[in-house]
């Protein structure tokens, strides 16, 4: 098993940054993908940023330009830097990772930005 724990979610005004951090540990052999998913009240859990071990970034269109997702492989950990924040990404972000034999979730961090 692979535990996942993140940090760094609070209250923030429209327009302010704040940035997630997110340590994985465990049984860990080797991280494919890490990434952040985000749920809303009432919505669907969606993709925000994922970055592989080997390939490209990838990016919800809502959030590209404004977040920037990055890694550090050899203390398993994954970040996101979330700039220019808007009323609409207010949501539980959650930490995933991926290696082979499973799929790890964190238990989710809140971020609520006021308008």
């Known amino acids: 098993q692979v535990q996942l724990v993140e940090s760094g979610g609070g209250l923030v005004q429209a327009g302010g940054s704040l940035r997630l951090s997110c340590a994985a540990s465990g049984s860990i052999h080797s991280i494919n993908v890490m990434g952040w998913y985000r749920q809303a009240p009432g919505k669907q859990r969606e993709l925000v940023a994922a970055?592989?071990?080997?390939?490209?970034?990838n990016y919800a269109d809502s959030v590209k330009g404004r977040f920037t997702i990055s890694r550090d492989n050899a203390k398993n950990t994954v970040s996101l830097q979330m700039n220019s924040l808007k009323p609409e990404d207010t949501a539980v972000y959650y930490c995933?990772?991926?290696?082979?034999?499973?799929?790890?979730w964190g238990q989710g961090t809140q971020v609520t930005v006021s308008s």
């Open positions: 995933q990772c991926t290696q082979v034999g499973g799929i790890y």
């Open positions: 970055l592989p071990s080997v390939g490209t970034t």
